[in-house]
């Protein structure tokens, strides 16, 4: 069992930047697959950014690509999304997922851990 605590969202001017973390309890975090996933009002949940076991494969969301970056340190149980050139349309509660299979994966339907989602807010 994992539990996931999101942290670092905010309210953040368009261009700017924010690192959001997600915590993870448990002896395992280095054998399970993150990810990172968004939903803004009104739309459905999307994939942002995964990353596998050892941090070695990564694959992101076409929109965010170039300008999301994820990571993660295994000692510290943490994963990290970096978030540069904020954009307007990037505003949305942004969730962290783990999956149990090592490798990295976009559909959130492989995801069985999920934390309660930061707020990001992009303004003008």
């Known amino acids: 069992q994992v539990q996931l605590v999101e942290s670092g969202g905010g309210l953040v001017q368009a261009g700017g930047s924010l690192r959001l973390s997600c915590a993870a309890s448990?002896?395992?975090?280095?054998?399970?697959?993150m990810g990172w996933f968004r939903q803004a009002p009104g739309k459905e949940r999307e994939f942002v950014a995964a990353?596998?076991?050892?941090?070695?494969?990564?694959y992101y969301a076409d929109s965010v690509k170039g300008r999301f970056t994820i990571s993660r340190d295994n000692a510290k149980n943490t994963v990290y999304l970096q978030m540069n050139s904020l954009k307007l349309e990037d505003t949305a509660v942004y969730y962290c997922?783990?999956?149990?299979?090592?490798?990295?994966?976009?559909?959130?339907?492989?995801?069985?851990?999920w934390g309660q989602g930061t707020q990001v807010t992009v303004s003008s």
């Open positions: 997922a783990g999956q149990s299979s090592r490798f990295a994966n976009t559909a959130s339907s492989v995801y069985a851990y």
């Open positions: 448990g002896r395992t975090f280095s054998n399970y697959a």
């Open positions: 990353i596998s076991w050892s941090g070695s494969t990564t």
